[in-house]
């Protein structure tokens, strides 16, 4: 079945403490890209990669990295994380295509609380 | 990067044709608008894409005018499951930047 696997699903942390969070894909697929949604501002991108080793910054980077050392994985790193970091994070990917933007398919969501 | 603006909600009944519009002024010439649904606790789900004109699936119908500053997502004859957040997007891959900017979302309310 094709999908977007992302775990932990859930996670309450304290500040300062490192943690990441996975992302897979079994599409083959060359773009991925980290979102957090909080209420009343939609989803905002984190981070995105083009393919493996080629990644950027998205709307909201501070606070994040991320690498892509194999085509299906895109871990979401967060070195220090704060309470500003309390969200949903949605990972996706999707094909480039022959144009437009493709057809992203989104993971399941991890939702991270940090105390 | 183009900006989108979304009504925040909207209000229908089953059975109606609801069309929500999508202001996106400062689209690229590269850049497509596409279409998602999601539902609380879920990823957004890819509804429909498009460039210019008008596009059809077997869910939805996209209309983009000539000057492409607006597309409006039609969804014929709604039913409850169709309550939902609508979110437009503006981007594409290969133009001057591959970031992808959602809008704030529509919250459509569909009631018997």
């Known amino acids: 079945e094709a999908q977007v696997t992302q775990n932990p699903r859930y996670l309450i942390t304290v500040t300062g403490k490192k943690l990441t969070v996975t992302c897979s894909q079994n599409?083959?697929?060359?773009?991925m890209s980290w979102y957090r949604q909080d209420p009343g501002l939609g989803l905002r991108q984190i981070y995105y990669?083009?393919?493996?080793?080629?990644?950027d910054k998205g709307d909201v980077p501070e606070g994040y990295k991320v690498s892509r050392k194999e085509k299906r994985n895109f871990p979401l790193i967060l070195e220090s994380p704060s309470p500003n970091q309390t969200s949903l994070y949605f990972c996706?990917?999707?094909?480039?295509?022959?144009?437009?933007?493709?057809?992203?398919?989104f993971g399941p969501g991890t939702r991270l609380t940090v105390l | 990067l183009a900006k989108t603006t979304q009504p925040i909600s909207m209000d229908s009944y089953e059975g109606q044709e609801v069309n929500i519009t999508c202001s996106h002024n400062?689209?690229?010439?590269?850049?497509?608008i596409t279409w998602y649904q999601q539902f609380p606790s879920q990823g957004p789900r890819f509804i429909i894409q498009?460039?210019?004109t008008k596009v059809t699936n077997e869910v939805a119908s996209l209309f983009i005018p000539a000057d492409r500053k607006s597309s409006t997502l039609s969804l014929p004859r709604v039913s409850l499951s169709d309550t939902a957040v609508y979110y437009c997007?503006?981007?594409?891959?290969?133009?001057?930047?591959?970031?992808?900017?959602f809008g704030t979302g529509t919250l459509l309310a569909v009631q018997p």
């Open positions: 599409m083959n697929h060359e773009y």
């Open positions: 997007l503006v981007g594409s891959y290969g133009g001057a930047t591959n970031k992808l900017i």
């Open positions: 996706a990917s999707s094909s480039r295509g022959s144009g437009g933007a493709g057809e992203q398919f």
């Open positions: 400062n689209i690229a010439t590269n850049d497509y």
């Open positions: 498009g460039y210019k």
């Open positions: 990669s083009m393919n493996v080793e080629v990644t």
